[in-house]
């Protein structure tokens, strides 16, 4: 049969049926109609009669489901003919599950509770065709291509090759698609980062004194207070020298200077300190002229507007927290120097920023690193490393995060990208010889949907990821420094840092004015 007639019939499976007659017919049927669902066999018998036969659920037998009498003309049926659920007679149905999600079977004969609907749809489905459901894990991620070798991911292959029935996790695409059918979607997932929580900018250092302007106004103002300086001891030298009548005398140019720097410097510095920069007389008869005094009046000017800002922006510094914000986008990301670790990284996430061709791929290529998925290592080190992100998919963090970033106040230590990459979509592989699982399947993923349980069965798996991660987090917090690590800023503390701030300021600046006075 063409590849056309495989594709189209399973689409209408009971209201298609076919009638084979051959010489052969168990290998004719296991050979040509291996994706067709309705197949009736029509087998001559002795004495002018015809059986008619359908194919076992594991296509290794025919089951005789009734008998045509040619002479009488008389059908009788010994079973429902295409019934929609086959009996496996107890026999084992297999499918494939992610490395971590074989064991929720055994927790649900435990416990009675599911977390996860794909398996339990699994589950429902194999009671109702009277199986028994196995479960085997598979240590890698979905693919949506073939191998160098021509192969399927371990997903995808077992289905093709007949092993198994079912397979929780498939990326569809158009090659897949030709060998094995597909339930409704089940995930929808992205590729993202986790990144710690903004951290507060501690005022335990006299450093934050030059918190409130950028490093580009501090820097104008200098350049300023150097020209301004400039200027006012060249207006200073000119008017001593420029006397023409001196200069008749014999009076050497540049002779008449009194270099006197520091009372210029006093001037232009003082008024930063609300002091009056011209209340010494002295001072005041050496900046005399009229451009000087313009000069000095422009920039008592610029100085009571820098002042304002200043003391405005530190006294908001002082009150309102003041947060370090990490990078929330990709773009952010690669213009920060974060470090960047990512979990299956190599030959999934990788081929996918390759696929970029643009800044933004090519950076997240050369600065990340894989780091193990089932390990700590990557979650642990965005806390303890305090400038790095984890790269990896949104479905995962939702649950193996929390398993290893929940604090000992059950907080979570991590968030979630705003932005995230590569938006995709999963269902369950149905392999091809079983297509008379599909339909039933995708009932019981639809009304589990509709009462709400994917919903209610994922949040579940999180709160269990977050009690287990909280159990981690206050056994180990002795042993491990992450654990140890205070998220959460005490705002009671505010005033104790502020005190101890003040302090820092009186005790540099004691010990600088006792050095200067020396």
């Known amino acids: 049969m063409s590849d ?42 002795p004495e002018g009669r015809l059986g008619l036969y359908e194919r076992n659920w594991n296509l290794e037998s025919l089951v005789q489901v009734g008998e045509f009498d040619g002479v009488t003309s008389e059908l009788t049926l010994f079973v429902n003919v295409f019934s929609a659920l086959r009996d496996y007679e107890g026999n084992d149905i297999n499918g494939m599950v992610c490395a971590h999600c074989s064991s929720k079977l055994a927790k649900f004969k435990a416990t009675g509770i599911w977390d996860d609907f794909i398996i339990a749809a699994m589950y429902d489905l194999a009671l109702k065709l009277n199986a ?14 073939i191998d160098e070798e021509g192969n399927f991911d371990d997903f995808t292959q077992p289905l093709i090759d007949g092993i198994a029935a079912f397979s929780a996790i498939l990326k569809p695409s158009t090659l897949n698609r030709k060998y094995i059918f597909t339930s409704k979607v089940v995930l929808y997932d992205g590729v993202g980062f986790i990144h710690t929580w903004p951290r507060k900018y501690k005022m335990n250092s006299v450093i934050v004194l030059k918190y409130p302007f950028s490093d580009s106004v501090w820097l104008a103002t200098l350049i300023t207070i150097g020209v301004t300086f400039v200027l006012i001891e060249g207006f200073i030298f000119w008017r001593n020298n420029c006397d023409l009548e001196g200069l008749i005398r014999g009076y050497k140019f540049g002779s008449k200077s009194d270099g006197d720097f520091s009372q210029t410097i006093y001037t232009l510095l003082s008024p930063m300190l609300d002091q009056n920069g011209l209340a ?15 000069l000095v009046g422009v920039w008592f000017l610029i100085l009571i507007v820098l002042s304002c800002a200043y003391k405005s922006r530190f006294i908001s510094f002082i009150v309102l927290p003041q947060y370090i914000s990490p990078p929330t986008t990709f773009q952010e990301l690669v213009d920060s120097d974060y470090k960047i670790g990512a979990t299956f990284f190599t030959n999934y996430i990788d081929k996918k920023f390759a696929a970029l061709k643009n800044r933004i791929g090519e950076e997240i290529l050369r600065r990340a690193h894989d780091e193990p998925y089932f390990s700590n290592q990557c979650y642990h080190s965005i806390i303890l490393e305090k400038r790095k992100v984890c790269i990896g998919f949104t479905i995962i963090f939702e649950t193996l995060a929390n398993e290893f970033l929940t604090s000992v106040n059950n907080k979570p230590m991590f968030i979630i990208s705003k932005e995230t990459l590569f938006p995709g979509i999963s269902t369950v592989a149905i392999a091809k010889n079983t297509p008379y699982l599909v339909e039933p399947y ?51 503390s505010e005033g104790t840092l502020f005190a101890l701030f003040t302090l820092k300021i009186l005790y540099t600046g004691f010990y600088g004015a006792s050095a200067l006075f020396i």
Request: hydrophobic share 40%.
């Open 4 to 45: 056309s007639v495989h594709c189209n019939l399973p689409g209408a499976p009971h209201r298609v049926f076919v009638f084979l007659f051959a010489k052969d017919p168990v290998k004719t049927l296991k050979e040509q109609t291996l994706f067709i669902q309705n197949v009736l066999l029509v087998v001559g018998v």
């Open 132 to 145: 028994s459901l196995e479960l085997e894990s598979v240590f890698q991620l979905p693919s949506d291509g």
């Open 442 to 492: 995708d009932h019981i993923l639809g009304w589990m949907e509709c009462t709400g349980l994917w919903k209610l069965m994922f949040e579940n798996n999180v709160i269990a990821a977050k009690a287990l991660g909280r159990a981690t987090a206050r056994s180990m917090q002795n042993s491990e420094k992450v654990y140890r690590t205070n998220i959460e800023e005490d705002e009671d």
């Open 280 to 294: 010494n007389g002295a001072t005041r008869r050496r900046i005399s002229d009229s451009l000087s005094r313009i």
